[in-house]
T-cell receptor
């Protein structure tokens, strides 16, 4: 089975502070991708960061970085220097690599950024 | 602008009515997806298509049918709408290889209400 679990329905952070969003997953695929997507009130899905499972180095994109723990099947997102524009729903997602097209999302975490 | 186009954007149906949500992408992508998004449930995969002429069930396929008649278009049909199908529906597509292969492009969503 392919599942993605986000255990934090809501999180809040002060502007300029750091926040970490949690995600765990389960998959039968031997190789796969993991993603974090942002969904602002406009509902459009925006790719924040992606991680290839075979790469041990954690992905980073400017203020966004991940902590990928493959053995624990954990994939958390760290947002540094939080900005008001970071407020959104954040979704963790998983897709198999090498043929599988099934892309599964978690239930999401609503992030509030306080000024 | 290139991207994923969904129609209609808003629709109200009566219980038992049928309708088709249309989705088209102009990026020559092989993979296409249909999701529904409900409060507290995140994005749930209904059906997906790895290529023209092929479709596979996702997490919540009951009550829906899909059609991938050509590479551009992937339609979702509700044969007999039920109030439980009230949701926001998202179509998405994905390219293959390199950066494009990891990027999912979403449509703007279709708001469906079944009364």
């Amino acid at each position: 089975a392919q599942t993605v679990t986000q255990s934090q329905p809501e999180m809040s952070v002060q502007e300029a502070e750091t926040v970490t969003l949690s995600c765990t997953y389960d998959t039968s695929e031997s190789d796969y991708y993991l993603f974090w997507y942002k969904q602002p009130p406009s509902r459009q899905m925006i790719l924040v960061i992606r991680q290839e499972a075979y790469k041990q180095q954690n992905a980073t994109e400017n203020r966004f970085s991940v902590n990928f723990q493959k053995a624990a099947k954990s994939f958390s997102l760290k947002i540094s220097d939080s900005q008001l524009g970071d407020a959104a729903m954040y979704f963790c997602a998983n897709r198999g690599r090498g043929g599988s097209e099934k892309l599964v999302f978690g239930k999401g975490t609503k992030l509030t950024v306080n000024p | 602008n290139a991207g994923v186009t969904q129609t209609p954007k808003f629709q109200v149906l009566k219980t038992g009515q049928s309708m088709t949500l249309q989705c088209a992408q102009d990026m020559n992508h092989n993979s296409m997806y249909w999701y529904r998004q409900d409060p507290g449930m995140g994005l749930r995969l209904i059906y997906y298509s790895a290529s023209e002429g092929t479709t596979d069930k996702g997490e919540v396929p009951n009550g829906y049918n899909v059609s991938r008649l050509n590479k551009r278009e992937f339609s979702l049909r509700l044969e007999s709408a039920a109030p439980s199908q009230t949701s926001v529906y998202f179509c998405a597509s994905r390219g293959t290889g390199g950066v494009a292969g990891n990027t999912i492009y979403f449509g703007e969503g279709s708001w469906l209400t079944v009364v």
